[in-house]
């Protein structure tokens, strides 16, 4: 360890102290000797142990980007070298900062101002109120990227934004029907601002869920996902929470091991505002996941991640663990659809908004979807009948 952390001297500054006593704290030493033989980023830690100003985040943010570096800053934040900061906020900041760089000079002004001054002011309120992840901030950088293809696209057609009229505008949000969502608030922006007038783009008509499970299928993978000692614990315990309480995967990895807790009858889990009670058979899974991934001293923090991404103080990749679910036959969609379907039949939407945490809207758009099907149902008994059939 001497030899990763320290100079010629093979003394360990006293600064890098605590992430060495971390290092050498790993239960396998066979486990972390190959780490250190072959890592990417024990390398990098080794060269930026060599640096004065190597260990800060400034430095870590001017190299790549990539696998190795999230691994390192991890381990530096985790031992207290470096300061927690939101990293998907992060993660937005330099990516707004790389494509400026990208983009036409006539363009950078604008874009920076509804970049820096609009989305990204917005996106530290948020972090500030806890509530910033990474599917926000994949949202974020879909709307700025959305803003800079409708100044390409003025760019080609010959117009700007004030000659930009309601047809031009409906002409181009039919055209990249991906973007169509992103650049509302880009047109909502610059309307306000004055830099065009009157236009607007209606966010598409919400399409009902065609997803579902029939009830067997559902419930034989959920007693899969309880009993199935074959399967990963993540899968286990990801595929049983989308099954019971519909949560999107999105939710599943912010949660974290502060959220679990027990007294001394049951077990629960905070899904959003309020616990929820957890079946045993989940609780124990939920157990041995802390047991496996996190240390005894840090067993009740708020920033430690129930399902622990590859970059520590990280939380899981929600696409990753997608994919992990379908490659062993749990894909999340229909089933969080079907969950749903099933909690709309015993509870009123804003008991499932609370309880889920989804916005109201949400939920009282699935109960009218649940109603309709329900209804269409009951018609299709009824159109099927036997013409002398009777109710008594």
Not at 66 to 95: F, M, Q
Not at 277 to 299: F, G, Y
Not at 365 to 375: E, H, K, L, P, T
Request: proline residues 7%; contains cysteine.
């Amino acid at each position: 360890m001497a030899d990763l952390l320290s100079g010629d001297d093979h003394i360990v500054p006293e600064r890098l102290g605590p992430l060495a006593a971390a290092l050498t704290g790993i239960d396998n030493p066979y486990r972390m000797l190959a780490w250190m033989r072959r890592s990417p980023a024990a390398r990098l830690l080794a060269r930026l142990a060599g640096q004065p100003d190597g260990l800060t985040h400034e430095a870590l943010d001017a190299l790549p980007q990539n696998v190795t570096t999230a691994h390192v800053r991890g381990l530096l934040v985790t031992a207290g070298i470096l300061p927690s900061r939101d990293e998907n906020l992060a993660l937005l900041v330099h990516w707004v900062a790389r494509t400026l760089t990208t983009l036409p000079p006539a363009h950078v002004t604008l874009i920076r101002a509804f970049a820096e001054w609009h989305v990204v002011r917005d996106a530290r309120r948020r972090s500030a109120r806890g509530r910033y992840t990474y599917v926000a901030y994949k949202g974020d950088a879909n709307n700025i990227r959305a803003a800079t293809r409708i100044l390409a696209w003025l760019g080609e057609q010959e117009l700007t934004l004030r000659t930009l009229d309601q047809a031009h505008l409906d002409t181009w949000a039919s055209g990249t029907p991906t973007l169509r969502v992103g650049s509302i608030p880009f047109i909502r922006w610059a309307t306000a601002r004055g830099l065009t007038t009157g236009l607007t783009i209606a966010h598409p008509p919400n399409r009902p869920p065609s997803h579902f499970q029939v009830d067997d299928v559902h419930q034989e993978e959920l007693r899969q996902c309880l009993t199935d000692a074959s399967l990963p614990l993540e899968v286990r315990i990801a595929g049983a929470l989308t099954r019971l309480y519909a949560l999107p995967l999105t939710r599943i990895v912010e949660l974290t091991v502060g959220d679990f807790h027990r007294d001394t009858d049951d077990a629960y889990l905070t899904i959003s505002r309020r616990p929820v009670i957890l079946p045993p058979s989940l609780a124990q899974l939920i157990d041995d996941q802390i047991t496996a991934t996190t240390p005894a001293d840090h067993r009740a923090a708020s920033t430690v991640f129930l399902l622990p991404g590859r970059s520590p103080g990280r939380a899981r990749n929600p696409a990753g663990l997608s994919n992990t679910m379908r490659h062993h036959g749990l894909a999340a969609r229909a089933a969080r659809n079907t969950a749903m379907m099933q909690s709309l039949a015993d509870l009123p939407p804003i008991v499932i908004a609370d309880l889920f945490g989804i916005h109201p809207g949400t939920a009282h758009r699935w109960a009218q979807f649940a109603g309709n099907r329900w209804s269409d149902y009951l018609a299709t008994l009824h159109d099927t009948a036997p013409a002398n059939r009777s109710l008594t």
